[in-house]
C-alpha cells in the first residue's frame, strides 16, 4: 500500500513542470590571437553569439569594463575589435551573476629578448 502510494506520487512529480533556468548557448571566436612578437599588440574581431531561454537585459564585459548592454533580447550576435598584448576573459552578465564566459588567449611566434650581434664592416 505505502508502496503503491510512493509511486503514484512520483509519477505527479515527473508531470509537474518545473521552473528550471536553462543554460544560455554562448558562443565566441577564435579562442587564440597570435601576434609577432612577446609584447605587440594582437588584433583580431571576436564575434560573440548566444541565445538565451527568454528575453531578459545582459552585459558583454572584457574582464571589469563592460562593453555593451541589451535590453530584452533573447539572441545576439556581436562583434568586438580586440586590440592587447596579453590574454583577457569576456563575461556575459546578468546583473552581477555570470552567465557565460570566453577566454581568449594571446600567443606570440618571437619572444620579445633580442641578441645584440655586432657587426663589423
Keep these: 500500500m505505502y508502496f503503491n502510494g510512493l509511486l503514484l506520487g512520483l509519477s505527479l512529480l515527473l508531470f509537474i513542470p518545473a521552473k528550471v533556468k536553462a543554460e544560455p548557448t554562448f558562443t565566441a571566436s577564435p579562442t587564440t590571437c597570435v601576434t609577432l612578437q612577446q609584447g605587440r599588440d ?5 564575434q560573440f553569439r548566444w541565445q538565451l531561454s527568454q528575453d531578459s537585459p545582459v552585459c558583454l564585459y572584457l574582464e571589469q569594463q563592460q562593453l555593451h548592454c541589451w535590453q ?5 550576435e556581436f562583434e568586438y575589435r580586440f586590440v592587447e598584448t596579453s590574454s583577457r576573459s569576456f563575461y556575459l552578465k546578468q546583473g552581477e551573476t555570470i552567465l557565460a564566459s570566453h577566454r581568449l588567449e594571446v600567443s606570440w611566434v618571437q619572444t620579445s629578448q633580442r641578441s645584440r650581434h655586432w657587426r663589423r664592416f
Design 72 to 76: 530584452q533580447q533573447q539572441q545576439v
Design 42 to 46: 594582437c588584433h583580431a574581431t571576436v
